[in-house]
Each structure stands twice: as C-alpha cells, then as structure tokens.
C-alpha cells in the first residue's frame, strides 16, 4: 500500500530507494525530509507549496513517510548551555569482551549519556555526556563508570566547541554542495579589457600607473 501510494505522485529524475517497509523514496520525498530538516513544524500547506505538489499530494507522502518509517520522530532541539547543561564530553570505553550486556544495561541507567556507539579502533564504544560542569564528567568517569565491572579502561575527551550539528543528512547534500561549488566566483574587475569595449580609468588610477612603468 505504501509503495502504491508512493508510486501514484512519483516525479524526478532520481532513482529510487528502498526505505522501511517497502516505500519508494523518490525525489519528492527527498525534498519534502529536506524541508522538514529546516522546519519540523511547517503546515502542510506551506510544505506543500514549498516542494511544488498539491496539499492533498504533500499530506499522503508526509504520512506515508511517518507509516514506513523514514520520519520516526518529531523533537525540539534545545540550547544545552541555557538548560544548565554547559558542559559537554565524549568518552572512550574499552569494555571486557565477554561483559558487553552487563556494560549496555549500565550505561541506560546514566541519565547524562546522550549518545552512545560502538566503535572500531583503539576503544571500543564511544559515549557522548553533557553535565554541568567537569566536576561531574569528573565523577561520572572515576566513580561510576570506572566502578562497572564490564568497564577495562576509559579515556575522555572535552569538547570546547561544538561547529557543526545537523539534524540529518541526506543523499542528495553532497550533490549539492559539488553543484555549488562548481559554480564561478562572481568576476571581479579585470585589467584586460574585451576588443571594441572600453574602460574608463580615473585621473588617480592612471597616474599611479605611469609611476609604476617608470
């Protein structure tokens, strides 16, 4: 039903992906997710006129996409430093091989964890705190991880500043930003000058010139 739904508003020169249950993400469903990454709480006749498709069109596709799966949440993001949370640390774990459920079910008890992956590498899982202030990253690490059996070594790293935070990326920012970036600089004025055009010096300008030639 979904691929159906999907499949009667298909328009773009794109190919197809296959998210979910079987929906076919086409160009249209691109740019609507890419709208929504900008906006979450747009109208749907606003989201509508934005991507260029009939209200009716925009509100199948934007339930469609929640149904399969594609939209899984809607969320607010909030300034950490003004909810008191200033203070922001990633923190590498080396965990016991033969450990790793008790190490998962203490870490969902630790309210401060934010994000947590499992890596390759040197260490094996990544865990993203924010907290107050150091003292805390401070405790946490010395009397509560340090504590879990599971745990073997930590190394933790603060962040100073945070430079770049997207939402969600998509297929299509890449081909963008090359399009963009193959686009020429505005041109500046040049020295030389087109055949049967001509350029008008001022008096100050030319002047200097004639210094520079003797």
Same mark, same amino acid.
């Given at each position: 039903m979904m691929s159906d739904i999907s499949r009667n508003g298909h328009s773009g020169s794109g190919q197809p992906g296959r998210i979910g249950i079987g929906l076919e993400l086409d160009?249209?469903?691109?740019?609507?997710?890419?709208? #929504?990454? /900008?906006?979450?709480? $747009? %109208?749907?006749?606003? #989201?509508? /006129?934005?991507?260029? $498709? %009939?209200r009716a069109n925009a509100y199948t596709r934007f339930e469609a996409l929640r149904a399969d799966g594609a939209i899984k949440r809607f969320t607010a993001e909030i300034d950490h430093g003004r909810a008191g949370l200033g203070i922001t640390a990633l923190i590498f774990v080396t965990v016991r091989q033969q450990m790793w459920k008790q190490f998962r079910a203490e870490l969902a008890r630790m309210p401060e964890v934010e994000y947590c992956a499992i890596t390759t590498g040197q260490h094996d899982a990544m865990i993203q705190v924010r907290v107050a202030d150091v003292a805390a990253v401070h405790s946490m690490v010395t009397d509560r991880l340090a504590n879990i059996p599971a745990v073997k070594a930590t190394e933790t790293v603060f962040i100073l500043d945070e430079v770049l935070r997207r939402p969600y990326v998509l297929p299509?920012?890449?081909?963008?930003?090359?399009?963009?970036?193959?686009?020429?600089?505005?041109s500046e004025e040049r020295d030389d000058v087109p055949l049967g055009k001509m350029r008008f010096v001022g008096a100050a300008e030319g002047r200097a010139a004639l210094r520079k030639d003797d």
């Open positions: 160009d249209i469903h691109l740019k609507i997710l890419e709208i #929504l990454r /900008e906006n979450g709480r $747009i %109208s749907v006749a606003a #989201l509508a /006129e934005r991507v260029g $498709i %009939s299509g920012d890449a081909r963008q930003a090359a399009r963009q970036a193959r686009r020429p600089a505005p």
